[in-house]
């Protein structure tokens, strides 16, 4: 039977360093209904300090924030940043799995409690500090407003394996209409050498159909040829049209930011088509260098299962638990019950 998780429980598991069911080189951190992820990185071998951006969101509910900070190849220090005025100690992170073959460190912080309260009055500039030799930061915000309704929000986590992983999506009803954004974020990643590919499949093609073969550009640290500033993750600022040439290499050629609900100059049909039920990522890295730490994935439409994890929507009134879990739930009924009398 496949394991059901609810989001807000994902978000305490994690926080509290439980391990989590894994898929490949990634696990499910949060999955959210009725919600989008707001997402920016930033990095620079020259500067200390910069601004990670979400955007507009006033009026929004924000669900969570998290900030993932990146080292340089395992010779920095992921972590011991300063968001907002509030210092981020590197031992306060949670270190997140990584690829056998590549050494570096990514940390993670649930940052909601700072900032919170100001995206949802209007901020949009977040300062961030760092204090060691780092990669760069990636922001991202989980949030829920009118414009969300119907959407899923999907947060996973942990470094893919550079010979190739996969990510699987299964859809709440056959696809019809509605956008599908990929995000990755990747560090240690720089050049035309440099260059992680990425492949669709879904249920109408399972042969699968190439994104890219330039993921990895790093764009956030504005493309400087130096340890310190190689990360990048499609967000704020960039454009979700795919690559128009999925076969051609290039730093600056990718975002790392899709919509699978377009095509490209290749063939104008969408990735996504009528009456699809499932899509899966495959991605590889020939290079053996880019670090894909965190994919992320916001459609409009519903998203029932990522991996082994059935998505489940805490507020929505028709979920009936599991047979297990009325047993469960009735047990602990029952002891209740008995302390009382024995009271």
């Known amino acids: ?31 959210y209904q009725d919600a989008a992820l707001a997402i920016d990185g930033w990095g620079s071998s020259s500067l200390a300090s910069g601004f990670l951006q979400t955007g507009n969101l006033a009026g929004s509910s924000v669900l969570a924030a998290w900030l993932y900070s990146a080292d340089v190849w395992g010779g920095g220090v992921a972590g011991d940043v300063t968001l907002e005025e509030t210092f981020l100690p590197n031992d306060d992170g949670i270190l997140l799995s990584r690829p056998a073959s590549n050494p570096v460190n990514v940390r993670l912080y649930d940052v909601t409690s700072i900032v919170k309260s100001k995206i949802e009055s209007g901020q949009t500039d977040f300062s961030i500090t760092e204090q060691g030799d780092s990669d760069g930061e990636v922001l991202v915000v989980a949030y829920k407003n009118p414009s969300t309704l119907g959407g899923t929000a999907i947060i996973l986590d942990g470094g893919l394996a550079q010979g190739g992983d996969t990510t699987r999506l299964d859809f709440a009803a ?12 990747i560090s240690y990643s720089y050049g035309d050498s440099q260059n992680t590919r990425v492949t669709v499949k ?23 040829a130096a340890n310190g500033a190689l990360i990048t993750a499609g967000g704020v600022g960039d454009s979700p049209l795919n690559p128009p ?33 499932w899509l899966e990522l495959l991605t590889n890295n020939p290079s053996g260098d880019d670090n894909v730490f965190a994919t992320f994935f916001t459609s409009t439409f519903r998203i029932s299962n990522v991996n082994d994890d059935d998505i489940i929507d805490p507020d929505d009134p028709n979920v009936v638990p599991e047979p297990s879990t009325v ?17």
Do not use: C, W
Not at 13 to 24: C, E, K, P
Not at 262 to 270: E, H, T
Not at 327 to 343: D, E, I, Q
């Open 1 to 31: 039977m496949k394991k059901k998780l609810i989001s807000v429980g994902l978000a305490l598991l994690a926080s509290a360093g439980i391990a989590m069911n894994a898929h490949a080189g990634s696990f499910l951190r949060a999955a």
């Open 174 to 185: 056959p696809y019809t209409e509605g956008d599908a954004f990929l995000s990755l974020a």
């Open 202 to 224: 879904t249920s109408s093609n399972e042969d699968g159909r190439l994104l890219t073969s330039a993921a990895g550009g790093n764009d956030d640290g504005s493309f400087e």
């Open 245 to 277: 040439n999925p076969d051609q290499i290039g730093a600056a050629y990718d975002d790392e930011l899709y919509n699978l609900a377009l095509g490209n100059d290749v063939s104008a049909d969408p990735f996504l088509r009528n009456g699809d039920t």
């Open 327 to 343: 047993l469960l739930l009735a047990t602990g009924a029952l002891g209740l019950a008995y302390l009382r009398r024995k009271k």
